[in-house]
């Protein structure tokens, strides 16, 4: 029978701050999953409210506890998680949030047997929603997808810890509230990427979140993110793509003339060739970069029928458009009329 040595020790990481309502509900989701062979690492960032006491009411002795004198904030925070932590992957939890029981045990089997990957997520389910929300699932989609913003749910995720420290990776201040995306694109570098096809993780939509309260500079910084990583992969843009990429990232990018059309076709073409270096990416780039432009010809200010024919004459034969794609605009030209 094997021991528990035979198994790798994980570290969940949980930053908590101010977390009364929730945060006995994350701990006791971990606590019962159905991998064992976890350290619990809370590190309590100076909360004020009632946290600590809830916390200290768990004996499990895995659970491993620790207090900041003061509040010290979540990168700081997560980097000494990252410090102290002892297991051989680290698995992201948020106070908030709730884990699925066999989060740990998918994830754990998926790394131990795909030893070239870095970094591996799940989907998520939002608390009170019956249907999960898809997250991309191979590298080369999520390669891509990091192109437009983070292609994790942060507390979804499970780390390799020597990557970590090899290449001395940390959550970065500069990227503060997008610490999580820039994270994601410095370990692109050493290894492969997944998301696995099942529900890790219940997430938890309110108003205290950070994602919800600092909107702008996590979407500035995740913008400046996207640029270094470009950057790292040898793709050069001209000011005027840039902006057009903002756009894309924006979720804003809007069309109100044929010109204006014709000027995202030429944008998204360009970028297309640009990656021509990277083969492994075009055919999940070509499906990003299809889904964006039709989006702009819904939703631009022309009447629907001028649609149509600009869609028709602008897009170009590498999307490779079936029977399939040309029905589905056709129906979204007559709902968005």
């Not at 939002?126 to 390669?143: E, F, H, M, N």
């Not at 629907?304 to 999307?319: A, G, M, N, V």
């Amino acid at each position: 029978m094997p021991t528990a040595q035979s198994f790798p020790l994980v570290t969940v990481l949980l930053p908590v701050y101010n977390a009364q309502a929730y945060v006995a509900e994350a701990i006791a989701s971990i606590l019962a999953q159905t991998y064992p062979y976890f350290e619990l690492l809370i590190i309590n960032d100076g909360s004020v409210d009632n946290s600590n006491h809830i916390i200290q009411q768990f004996t499990d002795k895995r659970l491993v506890y620790h207090q900041t004198s003061q509040n010290i904030g979540l990168i700081a925070t997560l980097n000494k998680g990252l410090q102290l932590a002892k297991g051989k992957y680290i698995a992201r939890m948020d106070a908030d949030d709730i884990a699925t029981p066999e989060r740990l045990q998918k994830q754990v089997h998926f790394l131990e047997t795909h030893p070239n990957y870095v970094l591996v997520g799940t989907q998520k389910q939002y608390i009170g929603y019956a249907k999960p929300q898809k997250a991309s699932l191979t590298d080369a989609q999520i390669r891509v997808q990091l192109l437009l913003g983070s292609a994790f749910v942060h507390p979804s995720v499970m780390l390799r810890k020597q990557t970590l420290d090899t290449y001395q990776l940390r959550y970065c201040s500069q990227h503060l509230h997008a610490e999580d995306y820039g994270l994601w694109v410095a370990l692109s570098q050493y290894g492969q990427m997944a998301n696995l096809p099942f529900v890790g993780i219940q997430y938890r939509l309110h108003s205290n979140q950070i994602s919800q309260q600092f909107q702008q500079t996590m979407f500035d910084n995740s913008y400046l993110i996207a640029l270094d990583y470009l950057q790292q992969l040898q793709i050069p843009l001209t000011d005027l793509q840039k902006s057009f990429l903002y756009q894309l990232m924006a979720r804003n990018a809007r069309a109100s003339s044929p010109q204006a059309l014709r000027d995202w076709a030429a944008f998204c073409i360009h970028f297309y060739q640009l990656f021509l270096q990277h083969q492994q990416l075009l055919p999940s780039l070509r499906q990003l970069l299809y889904r964006k432009w039709a989006m702009i010809c819904l939703n631009c200010g022309l009447k629907k029928r001028k649609i149509y024919p600009i869609f028709l004459t602008q897009t170009p034969t590498w999307w490779q458009l079936t029977a399939k794609h040309h029905l589905a605009f056709i129906k979204g030209c007559l709902f968005n009329q």
